[in-house]
T-cell receptor, first 107, second 115 residues
Framework: GQQVQQSPASLVLQEGENAELQCNFSTSLNSMQWFYQRPGGSLVSLFYNPSGTKHSGRLTSTTVIKERRSSLHISSSQTTDSGTYLC?????????FGKGTHLHVLP | GALVYQYPRRTICKSGTSMRMECQAVGFQATSVAWYRQSPQKTFELIALSTVNSAIKYEQNFTQEKFPISHPNLSFSSMTVLNAYLEDRGLYLCGARGDFQDTQYFGPGTRLLVL
């Protein structure tokens, strides 16, 4: 079945630095999604990104479906960006999550 | 807009007792509902997928006898954790989807603590 690999597992940045998070899928996929998991556990959908590049504020997601990979770029990181970022294969009926990247932005 | 609510948000139960959690879809018809669990220090894993008018499909390592699910209509689903033990601790997430939606909408989760 599908395996979702995220890298790095954890990342520590100084405020203002950029972050690049990677997501690789072991098998073909139709679509993928990036989530931010709040400290309380709930998920915030950042991007639903079947292919190409999408922007939202300081966040950019780029998905190359043929290569089964996606990246999430955070520019000018802020302390409020700290948390866990999850990528997932979003089959219409079930979602397969990666283990996440734990980001810690220092003031 | 499409929203998914989960109740309760947080609950504690004694080891060996059972706990029921609910998932409600608002603003769309939830033809399918998936339940996930995130155990401590782990990512989310699918427990089961329920589609209205179809049999509920459980993933390996999860059974109906342990996690019975009800999906009686297009806005509501519930799941019970029977005979809960420490390994059942975690965040239980429900993801609901309608027929014409590309992806699932997730609730905020029910966090289960087992004493």
């Amino acid at each position: 079945g599908q395996q979702v690999q995220q890298s790095p597992a954890s990342l520590v940045l100084q405020e203002g630095e950029n972050a690049e998070l990677q997501c690789n899928f072991s098998t073909s996929l139709n679509s993928m999604q990036w989530f931010y998991q709040r400290p309380g556990g709930s998920l915030v959908s950042l991007f639903y990104n079947p292919s190409g590049t999408k922007h939202s504020g300081r966040l950019t997601s780029t998905t190359v479906i043929k290569e089964r990979r996606s990246s999430l770029h955070i520019s000018s990181s802020q302390t409020t960006d700290s948390g866990t970022y999850l990528c997932a294969d979003t089959n219409a009926y079930k979602v397969i999550f990666g283990k996440g990247t734990h980001l810690h932005v220092l003031p | 807009g499409a929203l998914v609510y989960q109740y309760p948000r947080r609950t504690i139960c004694k080891s060996g007792t059972s706990m029921r959690m609910e998932c409600q879809a608002v603003g769309f018809q939830a033809t399918s509902v998936a339940w996930y669990r995130q155990s401590p220090q782990k990512t989310f894993e699918l427990i089961a997928l329920s589609t209205v008018n179809s049999a509920i499909k459980y993933e390996q390592n999860f059974t109906q006898e342990k996690f019975p699910i009800s999906h009686p209509n297009l806005s509501f689903s519930s799941m019970t954790v029977l005979n809960a033990y420490l390994e059942d601790r975690g965040l239980y997430l429900c993801g609901a989807r309608g027929d014409f939606q590309d992806t699932q909408y997730f609730g905020p989760g029910t966090r289960l603590l087992v004493l």
